[in-house]
T-cell receptor
Framework: GQNIDQPTEMTATEGAIVQINCTYQ??????LFWYQQHAGEAPTFLSY??LDGLEEKGRFSSFLSRSKGYSYLLLKELQMKDSASYLC??????????WGAGTKLIIKP | DTEVTQTPKHLVMGMTNKKSLKCEQH?????MYWYKQKAKKPPELMFV???????INESVPSRFSPECPNSSLLNLHLHALQPEDSALYLC??????????????FGAGSRLTVL
């Protein structure tokens, strides 16, 4: 079966750095996505990785290792507005998007 | 402005009602989607409309029926729903289905409550 694992919840301090991990086992791989979702709102796209390595986009970076079936989202200089759920999703060989359950990130002052 | 527009934002309906959720995208995308999302769960794909073809998740009950009047509109008709259908319904669009970098742009969602 297809499976994506992420921690259910994480807590971090404003101004700090946090890393949200995602491991996956899917039927094929056509890329990995990270979306941010604030409570009661729609998801918004953060990053896409299809090749191994680190993609940096401002305060957010995403890393992928295909051989390990592993990705992480790195958030730097945390702000209170970063409190949200972060969803990892993998596109499988049939171009179907498989979603993780999401990681709720709580930022404390 | 949101590039994927969903209406209404909130809907309360009884189990015998017939209602519709509307979705319009203004980006010239070739694929549109309906997702259902329960609290603290990831989105579940219900329907995909791409290249004039509708794909249905077989687990979706027939009380949900999609309608695609044109390539920029994807409506969801609701009939005889159950309380467990209460959820956030998300419409999304993408450049095209079947490509790797298929970034979804979501609408703001329609919060449905079935009494």
């Amino acid at each position: 079966g297809q499976n994506i694992d992420q921690p259910t919840e994480m807590t971090a301090t404003e101004g700090a750095i946090v890393q949200i991990n995602c491991t996956y086992q899917t039927s094929g791989f056509n890329g990995l996505f990270w979306y941010q979702q604030h409570a009661g709102e729609a998801p918004t796209f953060l990053s896409y990785n299809v090749l191994d390595g680190l993609e940096e986009k401002g305060r957010f970076s995403s890393f992928l290792s295909r051989s390990k079936g592993y990705s992480y989202l790195l958030l730097k200089e945390l702000q209170m507005k970063d409190s949200a759920s972060y969803l990892c999703a993998v596109m499988d060989s049939n171009y179907q998007l498989i979603w993780g359950a999401g990681t709720k990130l709580i930022i404390k002052p | 402005d949101t590039e994927v527009t969903q209406t209404p934002k909130h809907l309360v309906m009884g189990m015998t009602n017939k209602k519709s959720l509307k979705c319009e995208q203004h980006m010239g995308h070739r694929a549109m989607y309906w997702y259902k999302q329960k609290a603290k769960k990831p989105p579940e794909l219900m329907f995909v409309y791409s290249y004039e073809k509708l794909s249905i998740n077989e687990s979706v009950p027939s009380r949900f029926s999609p309608e695609c009047p044109n390539s920029s509109l994807l409506n969801l008709h609701l009939h005889a729903l159950q309380p467990e259908d209460s959820a956030l319904y998300l419409c999304a669009s993408s450049q095209e289905q079947g490509s790797g970098a298929n970034v979804l742009t979501f609408g703001a969602g329609s919060r449905l409550t079935v009494l």
